[in-house]
Structures are given as C-alpha cells and as structure tokens.
C-alpha cells in the first residue's frame, strides 16, 4: 500500500487560517496528521478530530450546499425534482445532523457524523437559536430555487455542465494549490464559475473566484476573456439579480503572485520544507484572544473551554 504523505498545499482558507491564528493552521495541518489511526497520539486524535467540527453557522452553510448539490445532481441524472422535495431533504439533514451530534456518533466516526461546537464545548443554544439556523437554511434553498441563476441553469444543456462540487488541486508555479468549484458550466462562449454564498458578502470573495479562474484556465484551457466569475449570495439575493464578473490578465496575475507569495510565507515557518515538517513551537498563538472563543482547537491549547477575556 501506497504511505500517505503529508505534502505542502495552499487554499485560500489555509491562507486565511495562517492570517488568523499560526497556531491554529499547525494544529489543523501538522498535529492532527495521521489522527485517524488506531496509535495515534491523544494530540493527533485530538486535532483531527477538530478538523472535522463545525459550528452551527459552519453546518448551515454545508447544509444549503449539500442540498442545492442534491438539486443538480438529480437533474444531472435525469431525475425530477420538487422544491418541495428540496425543502424536505435539508431538514432531514438538519434533523439527523443534529442527532448525530447531541449523541456524539461522532466517536465512531469523526469523519462522517456532525461534531457541532457548542455540543462540544457545553455552550447553551436557545431555541430560538436553531430555529433561526433552519430559517436560514430554508431561506437560502428556497432563494436558490427561485433564482435567475436555477433558471438559467435548467436551460443550459446538461452536456455543458463542467463541474458540481468538484473538489481538485492544480499547481501555480511549483505550489499545489486545493480548490472546490461548487458548480461551472458553459454557454455562448462563455464559461461561468459559480461560488453559492449563504453567508454575507465578504471582501476576499471576488479573490477566491480568481483562483478559481486560475483552475479554469489550467484544467480546461478556458481564454480569460471568456471567464465569468459568479458569487450567489443566498441570504438575500439582490432584486437586481447576481452579478458576474469579467476575469482580466491582471487579475490572474495578481492572484497568482498572492498565492506564490501567502505559499512563501507559510513554507518559511516549516523546520524542513522539503519534508514540509513543522515545529509548534514556530506557529505561535494568535494575540487577538477574542478569536479563541470561538476556535475548536481550544481544548488542546487551554486543556478546556477558553474562559478567558
């Protein structure tokens, strides 16, 4: 059997991980490596466990993926589809989600039961509090399915349909760069990356749809000028519908100088970067303490819940 190796990647969210809190991407990258194995150390077990947490916005947001990958899949397949159905499908997911959770089957199974943060750590959540998460959810699902961008995407000829939820690495220069194209298709000479947003606008989303671009033109020698760059912002779509954005040179320029120089930076920390190993030691712990209420790792940084300011 072929030795798995932990090798050397960049992502926008390593990047933004790294930007956080060092310590936190050495947990989540480094320590938990080879956590799923029976021998593992109780750190490892530990951190890989964490890789696998979400907390309840986190797990809403898979959630409306998930269900908005069900919709295309079925029609991919042929297979009809009902709002309706759509509906159901994500409160079954919020149902079992949550039971997997409360009776912590992620023990068994860290990689495939829902571990939600606030189970974990024993913070309180009011009903009120789920009741907004499924309002949430059910809001971005059915903003989806009464989309301009679902209509046009039932239009387009199935055979055109290039991605849904692919996840796949490429390289930028000698850099093993992970992605995740939540869907792309093409049509009349154009070629659209679609990124469903079922949080609020963020100012590194157009960046992250650049990198995006960058996978296009290497995995499908798609020319610039036909890129479009499409965030769908679910929690409120706007009236005046989804903005899409021309891709020029300079921009893939710049997000590949961005992703060789993040990529420069974070291998600088690594005590042998041709092995890419790393020392805790050399990822010290973010100063912005605020951060670390929220962090799932805080168990193997303060042996606990972080009760501190």
């Known amino acids: 059997m072929t030795e798995i190796v932990n090798e050397f990647a960049w ?17 989540a990258h480094y320590a938990f490596w080879g956590g799923w194995e029976p021998e593992a150390s109780g750190l490892a077990r530990a951190c890989y466990r964490f890789t696998k947490m979400k907390n309840l916005d986190m797990w809403a947001g898979e959630i409306v993926h998930g269900t908005i990958e069900w919709i295309l899949r079925r029609l991919w ?14 409160v079954e997911r919020l149902r079992r989600g949550w039971k997997e959770s409360k009776e912590r089957q992620w023990e068994r199974d860290p990689k495939r039961r829902v571990n939600l943060f606030e ?10 509090r789920t009741d907004e998460i499924k309002e949430h959810v059910l ?6 399915w009464a989309s301009e961008v679902f209509a046009f995407i039932r239009s387009v000829d199935r055979t055109a349909w290039k991605a849904i939820e692919k996840r796949d690495a490429f390289h930028v220069g000698d850099v093993k760069v992970w992605v995740k194209i939540d869907f792309a298709l093409a ?10 947003k079922s949080g609020r606008e ?5 960046r992250q749809l650049a990198c995006y671009a960058l996978y296009a ?5 798609i020319p610039y000028d036909r890129l479009r760059i499409v965030p769908v912002y679910l929690r409120e779509l706007s009236e ?8 020029s040179p300079e921009q893939l320029i710049e997000a590949k100088e961005e992703i060789l120089q993040s990529a420069a930076h974070l291998r600088a920390r690594l005590v042998d970067p041709e092995r890419n190993l790393a020392r805790m030691e050399d990822f010290p712990m973010t100063t912005e303490t605020w951060r670390c209420r929220r962090c799932f790792f805080q168990e193997v940084c303060y042996g606990g819940r972080f009760e501190g300011e």
């Open 202 to 206: 963020g100012a590194d989303d157009l």
């Open 217 to 221: 033109r290497e995995r499908w020698e």
């Open 77 to 90: 397949e042929g297979k009809s589809v009902t709002r309706e159905a759509a509906r159901e499908y994500a």
């Open 119 to 128: 189970h974990y750590y024993g913070i309180e959540i009011p009903k009120e």
């Open 187 to 196: 049509h009349d000479e154009r070629f659209y990356i679609y990124d469903w």
């Open 11 to 27: 992502s926008i969210s390593r990047h933004r991980e790294f930007q956080e809190c060092p310590r936190r991407y050495y947990l």
């Open 139 to 144: 809001r971005c699902v059915e903003n989806f």
């Open 240 to 247: 005046a519908g989804v903005q899409e954005y021309a891709v």
